[in-house]
T-cell receptor, first 114, second 113 residues
Framework: AQSVTQLDSQVPVFEEAPVELRCNYSSSVSVYLFWYVQYPNQGLQLLLKYLSGSTLVESINGFEAEFNKSQTSFHLRKPSVHISDTAEYFC????????????FGKGTTLSVSS | EAQVTQNPRYLITVTGKKLTVTCSQNMNHEYMSWYRQDPGLGLRQIYYSMNVEVTDKGDVPEGYKVSRKEKRNFPLILESPSPNQTSLYFCASMQRESPYEQYFGPGTRLTVT
């Protein structure tokens, strides 16, 4: 069975500091991996995804994530965060053969302060 | 504009009073799903549907019903709501092929007293 573990429930950082949100998954087959972001009082939006090819994927707002098959990880990073990055971040995995449900981690709350 | 809509956005009700939360998507997606979001638990899937007239239980289906009579609509029904169903509910839809991106509705905040 697949599962997703987000290792930190809350990550407080100062503005312009680097940040890493950690995600590990377990699966017996190849997977597709996603990071979703939920800004306060809003729904979820796709931030970035790994389907195949380059293991380093980037978003338009400066986040990047690296798929590491040997460590079964998909950590999210940003070299310099902004106040506006304050949100809850969810790592998710989907089984790419059966097309079954998207399985979410429990989320990491990123709080950026000045 | 491609979107998933949910109604109502906010609902306060009493125990036992049947309610329906509607979900509609305009992207011709085959796959639709309902999730509930609770603090510290993340998102948990309630039910999903791979296509019209095909529905399956997710991780937390107890106390909920769904139907998929049309491709665009996927209502969530609570026949006898209880306080433990107080939560934030999200509907999502997706095309059943790469890139497997789920599009989420804005959420429905339900309070059962």
């Amino acid at each position: 069975a697949q599962s997703v573990t987000q290792l930190d429930s809350q990550v407080p950082v100062f503005e312009e500091a680097p940040v890493e949100l950690r995600c590990n998954y377990s699966s017996s087959v190849s997977v597709y991996l996603f990071w979703y972001v939920q800004y306060p009082n809003q729904g979820l939006q796709l931030l970035l995804k790994y389907l195949s090819g380059s293991t380093l994927v980037e978003s338009i707002n400066g986040f990047e994530a690296e798929f590491n098959k040997s460590q079964t990880s998909f950590h999210l990073r940003k070299p310099s965060v902004h106040i506006s990055d304050t949100a809850e971040y969810f790592c998710a995995v989907i089984h790419n053969q059966a097309g079954t449900a998207l399985i979410f981690g429990k989320g990491t709350t990123l709080s950026v302060s000045s | 504009e491609a979107q998933v809509t949910q109604n109502p956005r906010y609902l306060i009700t009493v125990t036992g009073k049947k309610l329906t939360v509607t979900c509609s998507q305009n992207m011709n997606h085959e796959y639709m799903s309902w999730y509930r979001q609770d603090p510290g638990l993340g998102l948990r899937q309630i039910y999903y549907s791979m296509n019209v007239e095909v529905t399956d239980k997710g991780d937390v289906p107890e106390g909920y019903k769904v139907s998929r009579k049309e491709k665009r609509n996927f209502p969530l029904i609570l026949e006898s709501p209880s306080p433990n169903q107080t939560s934030l509910y999200f509907c999502a839809s997706m095309q059943r092929e790469s890139p497997y991106e789920q599009y989420f509705g804005p959420g429905t905040r339900l309070t059962v007293t």
